[in-house]
């Protein structure tokens, strides 16, 4: 069993950075490949980014694209994402979400979820 623990939303102005981390717990995450998505009031959730279980393999939304990098470090047992250029439309609730040797942008093939943190970008 794995647990995930999204951390590091905020408020932020247009144009900012965030840097959003997803520590894991209770497994063992270098086998994880592990995603990114969000969801915005009203919206469905969507993905962001993807990472494989090594980190040596990401791709990502093309509404994100150029300005979000997905990375991790499995010695610390965490993904980041790290988000720049950062648009009111960024806004919305990103979880993390890892499944064993995941790499897609499909939510079924992730098993663990974290709870989601809150990420506001004010124009």
């Known amino acids: 069993q794995v647990q995930l623990v999204e951390s590091g939303g905020g408020l932020v102005q247009t144009g900012g950075s965030l840097r959003l981390s997803c520590a894991a717990s209770?497994?063992?995450?270098?086998?994880?490949?592990v995603g990114w998505f969000r969801q915005a009031p009203g919206k469905e959730r969507e993905f962001v980014a993807t990472?494989?279980?090594?980190?040596?393999?990401?791709y990502y939304a093309d509404s994100v694209k150029g300005r979000f990098t997905i990375s991790r470090d499995n010695a610390k047992n965490t993904v980041y994402l790290q988000m720049d250029s950062l648009k009111a439309e960024d806004s919305a609730v990103y979880y993390c979400?890892?499944?064993?040797?995941?790499?897609?942008?499909?939510?079924?093939?992730?098993?663990?979820w974290g709870q989601g943190t809150q990420v506001t970008v004010s124009s």
């Open positions: 979400a890892a499944g064993r040797m995941a790499y897609a942008r499909s939510q079924d093939v992730y098993v663990y």
């Open positions: 990472i494989n279980w090594s980190g040596g393999s990401a």
């Open positions: 209770g497994g063992i995450f270098s086998s994880y490949g």
